[in-house]
């Protein structure tokens, strides 16, 4: 492994500590009170129906919106009230639900992009090429071909990013989230629009990005066999409350859960289905 991909050093307890975490828009109560404590190098997801609060509930931890109340510490650091860009230096990155690349930019420029909260060169520097600007510069071009490699996108290097497959353009989301050098990565349903094949290399890649380089994961996901084989912990959340949290064959029977999903139209369709499927993979 590079050194620039080195793992963090094992340490024990919560690495992300989430307290009473609410959010209201007008009347509408999005985020209920929510705790979460994910333990340090581990994969946790975070299911419910459509609608339940989830990427509220990132939108907080990563900066977005602020909470209305409740606590979030990152390594005991309080993150409330900091800008997304500042949440991302504390070591919390993320891939967001909606594909988000620099369209007219190449694979390795896009994780090149996804560096600059690490770079030390400031404007000046830049404009002056100073010797700083260009160790960044060089730095910058190494990590990104690690990290290209990482994903198992060396090849794609110079191609757009728009012209990259979509599973591909997930990882390469996935690899400009790792630049940053997290401690925690949050990932807004990464298996979203992916073939079965997709989802599978998907899966190998989050346990790598846990095994590999010891960061932890937390997962927003609707593909429940991806949840049920690939979680050591889920959380349930349900009109913004959390109605369940446990072990995923806990959480796979758990009859608030199971209502929850089927008592609502197209979520139950896809929960019904996958459950049904289950027998063919998940084994959690
Ligand atoms: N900026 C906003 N303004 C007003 N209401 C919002 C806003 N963002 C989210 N909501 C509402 O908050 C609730 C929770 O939405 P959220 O997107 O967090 O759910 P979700 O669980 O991520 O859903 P999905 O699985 O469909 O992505 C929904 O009722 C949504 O309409």
Do not use: C, W
Not at 154 to 181: C, F, H, M, V
Not at 250 to 259: A, C, G, L, Y
Request: glycine share 10%.
């Amino acid at each position: 492994m590079s050194a620039l991909l080195s793992k963090a050093p094992a340490q024990s307890g919560s690495v992300l500590s989430v307290k009473g975490l609410t959010k209201t828009f007008g009347g509408l109560l999005a985020v209920n009170a929510v705790d979460l404590e994910v333990p340090r190098a581990t994969i946790v997801s975070v299911i419910g129906p459509n609608g339940a609060g989830k990427t509220t509930f990132f939108n907080m931890i990563t900066g977005i919106y602020e909470p209305d109340t409740g606590s979030i510490e990152l390594d005991g650091v309080d993150l409330v009230g900091l800008r997304p860009d500042q949440v991302t230096s504390a070591g919390i990155a993320r891939t967001f639900q909606n594909i988000r690349l620099f369209a007219s930019m190449t694979a390795e420029e896009n994780i090149m992009v996804g560096r600059h909260p690490r770079l030390k060169a400031g404007y000046l520097d830049a404009l002056l090429r100073t010797r700083k600007f260009r160790e960044d510069e060089a730095g910058a071009h190494e990590a990104a071909a690690v990290l290209l490699d990482f994903v198992g996108l060396k090849r794609q290097a110079q191609e757009l990013s728009t012209s990259l497959p979509y599973g591909d353009q997930r990882r390469l989301e996935i690899a400009r989230a790792l630049a940053t050098n997290p401690k925690v990565i949050l990932l807004d349903e990464p298996a979203a629009g992916m073939n079965p094949r997709e989802t599978e290399n998907l899966k190998a890649l989050i346990r790598a990005v846990r095994d590999e380089l010891g960061v932890t994961v937390v997962l927003i996901e609707h593909d429940m066999r991806l949840v049920m084989t690939l979680s050591e912990h889920i959380t349930v959340l349900d009109y913004g409350t959390k109605i369940a949290e446990g072990l995923p064959h806990v959480i796979r029977s758990n009859p608030k859960v199971m209502e929850a999903y089927l008592g609502r139209g197209a979520a139950a369709g896809e929960y019904g289905k996958q459950e049904a499927g289950k027998e063919g993979g998940a084994s959690a």
